[in-house]
């Protein structure tokens, strides 16, 4: 099928229709990969905003270096160790929930406490597998690169991008719910603690998948910025669910492609942060505006 598609582009940029840059694979797979990666933030990003929990997904994109580094120890292919990085990723944010549940601390300082746990231990063992690795992969990691992104990364994102939307018919209105209120939502008769277990595992899956493209530094930028540029100027819920998944897929989509088309030497995770920053910047000036009066 890909196959199809990269005749299609390629026939696109023979006839003039298209730039150069879309005769490479490798923007193609980060084009689709981009497409698919922001939708999914910008609406898990709603929840991140309303649970008040930024440093969540620092936190677990942090665990991501972590599980990079005990996958190539294993023995895993260096390019990517999947098994080691979902498990790891998806364990360290089930013990975060667990944790927090059994705990009298504050849910920001114990995300504190683990997110420096996470960048100590990610940092170490990185330096300890380093001479075993091409030192590109440690910046391919943190910071993301539209270079690796393979069709094997498409059908995952893709089958975790099928998973959100059909949980999201299912248990949205549930799910928001329980973050603006769960008493509310106990005593109508919600499982708020499989909601809350069940929406760190997303932030897990949706982590891991991203970090090719984005990099584990900045994964949980495209989280929060969108979402907290919408709650800027949306007045309802479905206005801020709209507008954060907005703001999410272009920044994905011209972090991807603008860099590419003028050359810049900047990777697909700063770019694409920093056009979600723009955004915000935007929403903060509208709104500024908007509140003054006439």
């Not at 969540?56 to 294993?74: D, K, M, P, Q, R």
């Not at 509310?184 to 897990?204: C, E, K, W």
Request: proline share 4%.
């Amino acid at each position: 099928m890909m196959t199809t598609v990269y005749e299609l582009f390629s026939s696109g940029v023979d006839q003039g229709l298209l730039p150069q840059m879309f005769a490479y694979e490798f923007l193609i797979n980060a084009l689709f990969a981009s497409i698919m990666i922001g939708p999914l933030l910008g609406l898990l990003g709603t929840l991140v905003v309303v649970k008040r929990l930024a440093f969540l997904s620092e936190a677990v994109g942090h665990s991501v270096l972590t599980g990079v580094s005990i996958g190539i120890l294993l023995g895993e292919p260096v390019e990517s160790p999947l098994i080691s990085l979902f498990s790891f990723s998806i364990f360290f944010a089930l013990l975060l929930q667990w944790v927090k549940g059994r705990s009298t601390i504050p849910y920001d300082a114990l995300i504190g406490v683990f997110l420096s746990f996470a960048l100590a231990m990610g940092a170490a063992l990185l330096l300890y597998v380093a001479k075993k690795i091409n030192a590109h992969l440690i910046e391919q990691v943190m910071f993301g690169s539209i270079l690796v992104a393979s069709v094997g990364d498409l059908i995952m994102l893709f089958t975790i991008c099928s998973i959100v939307v059909l949980l999201s018919f299912r248990y949205g209105n549930h799910a928001y719910l329980v973050a603006i209120s769960p008493e509310v939502a106990h005593s109508q008769r919600i499982n708020t603690r499989a909601h809350d277990y069940a929406f760190v595992i997303l932030i897990a899956l949706i982590t891991v998948a991203s970090v090719k493209i984005i990099g584990a530094v900045l994964v949980g930028a495209l989280l929060l910025i969108p979402a907290a540029s919408a709650r800027l100027i949306a007045t309802n819920l479905k206005q801020l669910l709209f507008l954060s998944i907005f703001f999410s897929s272009s920044s994905s989509v011209l972090g991807v492609l603008i860099p590419m088309y003028s050359q810049w030497p900047v990777s697909a995770g700063p770019a694409i942060t920093l056009f979600a920053c723009s955004w915000f910047l935007v929403c903060l000036l509208y709104r500024q505006l908007a509140l003054k009066p006439a």
